[in-house]
């Protein structure tokens, strides 16, 4: 099918989080590049990813990774030209696979030109695309957001003499959307890049476009409104492309960025994410089935993206200061570990590297309800360095081997814009790609083979959920149906054995049969189903009725 033809390809996407400048350094400068990344494609398309997700690619002084950009319409030199990037998409769309790039719409880098022109002088024709003021009071309802950062969103500009506002870094100052003139240039953007055939966009910081005195400036109905144009927009000149938001609010405030099917196709589940690490150490499915009852309904053609970790510290804003606390004790008690108001750490040494408990955190990921999004490197349980700053401890390149800078490239080790992880545990002569392809048992083989099973059917991507609540509630059961095909899935949250009686009544008659082995389970019969698990054991059965 050609790609674009299924225009709800979203729902069965398993995506694959990587920054390019990570992964595959190609002609040894130390930074990683689209030839690169293009060269690893087919590693990606072995794993049996569908999608990947590329970090900002932009020129970037590159303060805060790119986030911070300086012009929209080209790559930054060190990751390889525009046609390498075209070059890139293509060969991934030969392999099925969509590309889904990033576009940071609410800031720039206070390098890119546009703000050069704002800062000018007060009368300069761009001075309105930002936002200025003359006080630093202006919006005190406000959060900061890098409170590690930042003391203020106000910054002073020497040059104008009067303050802007930024959400984040104080060299990134937020565009003013009150401007139709942002607007429409803020479209001709994304038009660009959707006319070289990009599949996606995950729009970053959305919550956060408009400003209003005497409100808390996020999720505001002037933001929805400019959202959904864009949307328009998109819908009329290029159907099948999908926007995913990043929106790190509570359920009841991302659901309006998904509107009637007008606005965002996807969004992050960021409430759902902490909780499934609360529910993991506290050995209860409470967190976890008590945040997906407060989610509420979304429209037919829309889909959560899940993910347990990304490039940013696993963020505890969505919690209650007493899940935060316990989730520091829990997961930082060394608070070098801790940023803003999260924990900058990888999945496997967050999961102190018990195997056990890594498939199982990734066996809820690709069985609840949304698009699983893999964080490079997670695959093969990499490690973390929380000596680099920022967040740049869960960024350090891919380890591919047990050679040379680990097979990320062949320059100097001084040279690398990061170093490679090299602890006895995690370091890369211990963990890499090599080594767990040639190993059967290997963590990578393993997600190679649930990403299969998950591939086997529409039902996790498409289905609903019912949750059962059989009366040991370390066990963590759920139902996932589409059309006449049922998925039951059963997790063991603990580190102990377990017996689980489920209330199957209304698939009496039918047979289980386990998923990754098809092999059969006794059948459904009047009485609740009785199952053993091991420790953090989890199953899925598909509900055959023969
Ligand atoms: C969210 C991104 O995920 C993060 O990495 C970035 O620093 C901020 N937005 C600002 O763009
Ligand atoms: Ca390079």
């Given at each position: 099918m050609p790609l674009h033809q299924d225009v709800l390809w979203y729902k069965d996407a398993i995506v694959y989080q990587v920054h390019v400048r990570t992964?595959?350094?190609?002609?040894?400068?130390?930074i990683g590049d689209f030839p690169g990344l293009e060269e690893k494609l087919d590693y990606l398309l072995e794993l049996g990813i569908n999608a990947i997700w590329l970090m900002p690619f932009f020129p970037s002084p590159l303060r805060d990774d790119g986030y911070d950009i300086a012009d929209y319409s080209t790559v930054h030199s060190s990751y390889g030209t525009l046609e390498d990037f075209r070059k890139l998409l293509g060969s991934a769309h030969d392999r099925g696979i969509r590309v889904i790039i990033e576009m940071v719409l609410n800031h720039t880098s206070d390098q890119h030109p546009w703000f050069q022109e704002s800062r000018s002088s007060k009368d300069n024709p761009r001075r309105d695309w930002y936002v200025w003021s003359d006080t630093n009071t202006r919006y005190q309802g406000t959060r900061i957001i890098f409170l590690d950062a930042e003391t203020s969103n106000w910054a002073w500009d020497p040059i104008s003499t009067s303050y802007y506002w930024h959400r984040f870094f104080s060299h990134q100052p937020d565009l003013n959307y009150d401007n139709p003139a942002v607007r429409e240039q803020m479209w001709n953007v994304m038009k660009f890049w959707l006319e070289m055939g990009v599949d996606a966009f995950r729009l970053d910081a959305v919550p956060y476009l408009v400003e209003r005195e005497g409100t808390n400036c996020e999720n505001l109905l002037e933001t929805h409104e400019i959202l959904k144009e864009l949307r328009r927009q998109l819908d009329e000149h290029f159907p099948g492309r999908m926007l995913l938001a990043e929106a790190n609010q509570w359920p009841a405030d991302l659901r309006p960025y998904f509107g009637d099917g007008d606005e965002f196709h996807m969004a992050f589940h960021f409430p759902l994410m902490p909780r499934m690490f609360m529910g993991l150490k506290l050995e209860d499915r409470k967190p976890i089935t008590e945040i997906l009852q407060q989610t509420p309904e979304i429209p037919p053609s829309c889909q959560w993206s899940l993910f347990l970790?990304?490039?940013?510290?696993?963020?505890?804003?969505?919690?209650t200061d007493e899940e935060r606390d316990y989730m520091y004790d829990m997961?930082?008690?060394?608070?070098?570990?801790?940023?803003n108001l999260g924990i900058r750490r990888r999945l496997a040494p967050l999961l102190n590297n018990d195997r056990r408990r890594i498939e199982l955190m990734n066996g809820m990921l690709m069985s609840l309800p949304g698009t699983p999004i893999i964080y490079y490197g997670d695959e093969i349980g990499m490690g973390d360095n929380i000596n680099l700053g920022d967040r740049n401890g869960v960024r350090t390149p891919m380890q591919w081997s047990g050679e040379w800078n680990g097979g990320f490239s062949?320059?100097?080790?001084?040279?690398?814009y990061a170093p490679l992880i090299q602890d006895p545990v995690y370091g890369y002569p211990a963990v890499n790609v090599l080594r767990q392809k040639a190993s059967e048992h290997s963590l990578l083989n393993w997600m190679r083979s649930i990403i299969t099973v998950r591939r086997s059917t529409a039902v996790f991507g498409r289905g609903s959920i019912e949750f059962l609540y059989p009366a040991n509630h370390r066990i963590l059961a759920y139902v996932r149906r589409l059309g006449n095909e049922a998925v039951l899935v059963v997790n063991n949250l603990s580190g102990t054995a377990q017996a689980v009686e489920l209330d199957l009544r209304r698939y009496k008659g039918n047979i289980l049969i386990e998923m990754s082995g098809q092999n059969m389970f006794p059948r459904v019969g009047d009485q609740p189903y009785l199952l053993t698990m091991g420790p953090y054991q989890f199953y899925w059965f598909r509900l055959r009725r023969v």
């Open positions: 992964f595959q350094d190609s002609n040894g400068d130390g970790r990304n490039h940013d510290e696993l963020t505890l804003e969505m919690v997961y930082a008690q060394d608070k070098t570990m801790r940023l062949a320059a100097d080790p001084e040279h690398l």
